[in-house]
């Protein structure tokens, strides 16, 4: 009953973080693990838990995502499912005691990502140089791969890419993260799935409960006014579950 209890509360809690500032992973992904799933599958099964609020997200942004763009819409949907299903199949041959060892350093690029994106992505909107199409598409599919493997973070390396490479309209670059985001996602559900890697038992809780996260945390979202006080909050969860899974593999 505590482990129903202990996904639960984390799927409620991820639903609301994701749908406020992001980071949601930060808190199914481990409670996964602490529920006894192994690590691969644990990645696996809270990626197919968050894919119904990119789906809703997606489409709450999809009047911002018709704008032009460079790549074009196309070519970065193109890009993400190619790169998610790379990402996915790289993890489907890594092994669970490799994964377990690099888990702690996904945490941890994933938070410093969550912690800095947001000064990284103001310096580069406001330069607004424009990359080469090859170079856009070669960014965006480096972090493609990264969010088809792991989903952690994958937000706002999607943003800052978006940055890297030129974009500066805001609400554009957020639509087309909940769509990629979505895109990736479907992508590696369903190569994870195909697999068997995702846990169903867990999944229904964390994905039930999560969905009611995102819907509560959507409703309250614009009514939090210091959002910079839920980031830190969001920032100290990840650094916290690094050191844990770093002390863990240690010991």
């Not at 749908?19 to 949601?24: E, F, P, Q, V, Y």
């Not at 909107?125 to 070669?138: C, D, H, M």
Request: proline share 3%; with cysteine.
């Amino acid at each position: 009953m505590l482990t129903y209890v202990v996904l639960a509360v984390a799927g409620l809690g991820a639903g609301m973080l994701n749908a406020i500032a992001g980071g949601g992973t930060f808190l199914s992904f481990p409670a996964l693990v602490w529920a006894g799933v192994p690590p691969i599958v644990a990645n696996a099964t809270a990626t197919f838990a968050a894919l119904p609020g990119y789906a809703s997200s997606a489409w709450a942004y999809r009047a911002d995502i018709a704008g032009d763009s460079n790549p074009s819409l196309m070519q970065l949907i193109a890009v993400a499912v190619v790169g998610g299903l790379l990402g996915a199949g790289l993890l489907l041959v890594t092994s669970e005691d490799l994964f377990s060892g690099v888990v702690p350093w996904l945490l941890l690029i994933a938070t410093v990502a969550f912690a800095v994106g947001p000064r990284i992505l103001r310096y580069l909107t406001q330069k607004g140089r424009q990359a080469s199409l090859p170079t856009a598409l070669t960014i965006v599919f480096g972090v493609s791969v990264y969010g088809g493997y792991f989903n952690g973070g994958l937000g706002i390396m999607l943003l800052a890419a978006f940055g890297l490479i030129g974009m500066t309209n805001l609400h554009h670059m957020n639509g087309l993260k909940n769509l990629m985001s979505f895109v990736l996602s479907v992508v590696s559900v369903a190569t994870y799935t195909a697999a068997g890697l995702i846990d169903w038992n867990s999944l229904a809780i964390v994905g039930v409960s999560c969905a009611i996260g995102g819907y509560v945390g959507a409703t309250f979202a614009r009514r939090i006014k210091n959002t910079a006080l839920l980031r830190g909050f969001i920032i100290a969860i990840g650094f916290f579950m690094a050191a844990v899974f770093f002390m863990q593999r240690a010991g």
